[in-house]
């Protein structure tokens, strides 16, 4: 095990959150183990600013239980504590074990036929939980108390020659949790990193084995890839390493296939991507629009030819392709709702009818259906001027733009936690 010293990293303690610095005083004071993992020390030690702080530990949960007060056990496949303090949550989960270990047969561990890990709380050391995390990177361990670093497994070395690495046998580590693959993907993207050859070559292996994961968990995992401000560079990731399938396979066999469609969705990602860096909002509807509008446009063509009247066949297209796309990521229907009120708004677009424009511009999906638009005849589409005449359009009525009210069957989006998707 090596230890960096404080002289050898750049994590200040001034960037740590002083909740999480707490909790570990607080389980340190009661004879435990407790440091701070994963993508925060990652994040500080490459100067970023961490989304959230996780503490490990060996105290087990009836133990931190007895520490903390306000306290909540989440997941079952892995279980997390939740300890908060004051407003914050930190996750404190204790360390996990390998599953050939006497514990694990105490139903702490179960996995399926194909070796996919369905549950994951047998105990270990901390040397046990440094070896069942994804990356070498993401299994650095800080003690805000002395300002070490714990590298058990060389992440420090992985961080300075900026490399991805799976923790032991990509393949093997792949066939237990598939979603490690998207996580590879998505930190490659974000930081910008190579991956490393066996890591990379595993992939190639395994990718299918992302048609055993649930759906629910793809859809979080899908936010995770397109909503954090690293869309673009993670979807072309996806796409050199035929992963973007697992999400979307409809679509994704059009966008690789066809460079007008991967000139679409790439500018989509990267105005999503330019509006999370400047602070604006960002829907997943609006994304999920322009990634599946290839699908969208190859089943409305195949149905328009069959006889179906124009609006009406981009209204069954659009049934269709949600539907499908759900069977590998489950959109839920706050989102699937607007995603085809903005494809139904596409044609009635192209149509500039009139006495319609003024209900067009007050539609509420209005500007997210504009945007889609201006995508359509950028990446050559023949929609020779539309874009100019919704632009003159919204200078004469700008008080109109998206201000019709909410359809009676639409429910006010439900907040939900985000969900955290880990696994072994
Ligand atoms: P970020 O929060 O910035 O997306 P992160 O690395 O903190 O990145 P989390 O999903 O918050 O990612 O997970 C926290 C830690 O849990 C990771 O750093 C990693 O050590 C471990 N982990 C998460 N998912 C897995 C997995 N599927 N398999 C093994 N270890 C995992
Ligand atoms: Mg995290």
Same mark, same amino acid.
């Given at each position: 095990?090596? +230890?960096?010293?404080?002289?050898?990293?750049?994590?200040? @303690?001034?960037?740590?959150?002083?909740?999480?610095?707490?909790?570990?005083?607080?389980?340190?004071?009661?004879?435990?183990?407790?440091?701070?993992?994963?993508?925060? %020390?990652?994040?500080?030690?490459?100067?970023?600013?961490?989304?959230?702080?996780?503490?490990?530990?060996?105290?087990?949960?009836?133990?931190?239980?007895?520490?903390?007060?306000?306290?909540?056990?989440?997941?079952?496949?892995?279980?997390?504590?939740?300890?908060?303090?004051?407003?914050?949550?930190?996750?404190?989960?204790?360390?996990?074990?390998?599953?050939?270990?006497?514990?694990?047969?105490?139903?702490?561990?179960?996995?399926?036929?194909?070796?996919?890990?369905?549950?994951?709380?047998?105990? &270990?050391?901390?040397?046990?939980?440094?070896? +069942?995390?994804?990356?070498?990177?993401?299994?650095?361990?800080?003690?805000?108390?002395?300002?070490?670093?714990?590298?058990?497994?060389?992440?420090?070395?992985?961080? !300075?020659?900026?490399?991805?690495?799976?923790?032991?046998?990509?393949?093997?580590?792949?066939?237990?949790?598939?979603?490690?693959?998207?996580?590879?993907?998505?930190?490659?993207?974000?930081?910008? =990193?190579?991956?490393?050859?066996?890591?990379?070559?595993?992939?190639?292996?395994?990718?299918?084995?992302?048609?055993?994961?649930?759906?629910?968990? #793809?859809?979080?995992?899908?936010?995770?890839?397109?909503?954090?401000?690293?869309?673009?560079?993670? #979807?072309?990731?996806?796409?050199?390493?035929?992963?973007?399938?697992?999400?979307?396979?409809?679509?994704?066999?059009?966008?690789?296939?066809?460079?007008?469609? +991967?000139?679409?969705?790439?500018?989509?990602?990267?105005?999503?991507?330019?509006?999370?860096?400047?602070?604006?909002? %960002?829907?997943?509807? =609006?994304?999920?629009?322009?990634? #599946?509008?290839?699908?969208? /446009?190859?089943?409305?063509?195949?149905?328009?030819?069959?006889?179906?009247?124009? #609006?009406?066949?981009?209204?069954?297209? &659009?049934? /269709?392709?949600?539907?499908?796309?759900?069977?590998?990521?489950?959109?839920?229907?706050?989102? !699937? =709702?607007?995603?085809?009120?903005?494809?139904?708004?596409?044609?009635?677009?192209?149509?500039?009818?009139?006495?319609?424009?003024?209900?067009?511009?007050?539609?509420?999906?209005?500007?997210?259906?504009?945007?889609?638009?201006?995508?359509?005849?950028? !990446?050559?589409?023949?929609?020779?001027?539309? &874009?100019? =005449?919704?632009? /003159?359009?919204?200078?004469?009525? @700008?008080?109109?733009? &998206?201000?019709?009210?909410?359809?009676?069957?639409?429910?006010? @989006?439900?907040?939900?936690?985000?969900?955290?998707?880990?696994?072994?």
């Amino acid at each position: 095990m090596s +230890r960096i010293p404080k002289s050898d990293h750049a994590i200040h @303690p001034q960037h740590v959150n002083p909740a999480a610095i707490r909790i570990v005083k607080r389980l340190r004071d009661s004879g435990f183990e407790a440091y701070i993992v994963g993508g925060a %020390v990652r994040d500080l030690i490459l100067g970023g600013q961490p989304k959230d702080f996780d503490v490990a530990t060996n105290a087990k949960p009836e133990e931190i239980k007895g520490l903390f007060r306000r306290y909540r056990i989440i997941g079952s496949r892995f279980q997390i504590e939740h300890v908060r303090d004051g407003r914050e949550v930190i996750e404190v989960t204790t360390y996990r074990g390998p599953h050939d270990s006497e514990d694990s047969l105490k139903n702490a561990s179960k996995r399926s036929d194909k070796g996919l890990l369905l549950r994951d709380n047998v105990y &270990g050391t901390l040397e046990q939980d440094a070896a +069942r995390r994804d990356l070498t990177i993401n299994a650095l361990y800080y003690d805000p108390l002395d300002e070490t670093v714990l590298d058990q497994i060389d992440g420090g070395r992985d961080i !300075s020659a900026r490399l991805i690495r799976v923790i032991g046998d990509p393949v093997k580590r792949y066939q237990e949790d598939p979603v490690r693959m998207l996580r590879v993907v998505r930190f490659a993207a974000k930081l910008q =990193f190579d991956i490393e050859a066996d890591t990379e070559a595993g992939i190639g292996k395994c990718a299918a084995l992302l048609t055993e994961i649930p759906p629910a968990r #793809l859809f979080d995992e899908f936010l995770k890839l397109f909503m954090a401000g690293y869309g673009k560079p993670t #979807l072309l990731l996806l796409l050199e390493h035929g992963l973007l399938h697992c999400l979307c396979p409809e679509a994704a066999s059009l966008i690789a296939s066809e460079p007008q469609y +991967r000139t679409l969705v790439t500018s989509a990602m990267a105005n999503t991507d330019q509006r999370v860096k400047d602070d604006r909002p %960002v829907t997943p509807a =609006f994304l999920l629009a322009a990634l #599946l509008w290839p699908a969208l /446009q190859a089943r409305g063509n195949a149905l328009a030819q069959q006889g179906e009247p124009p #609006l009406q066949a981009v209204h069954s297209a &659009g049934q /269709q392709v949600i539907a499908e796309t759900c069977l590998h990521m489950a959109i839920p229907r706050r989102f !699937s =709702f607007p995603v085809r009120e903005i494809w139904e708004l596409q044609p009635r677009l192209e149509r500039k009818q009139p006495k319609k424009i003024k209900d067009l511009l007050a539609n509420r999906r209005f500007r997210a259906a504009y945007d889609l638009l201006l995508l359509r005849a950028e !990446s050559g589409e023949p929609l020779e001027g539309i &874009g100019e =005449f919704w632009d /003159q359009q919204q200078q004469k009525h @700008p008080e109109l733009v &998206g201000t019709a009210p909410p359809r009676p069957d639409d429910r006010p @989006p439900r907040r939900r936690r985000p969900r955290r998707n880990r696994n072994p």
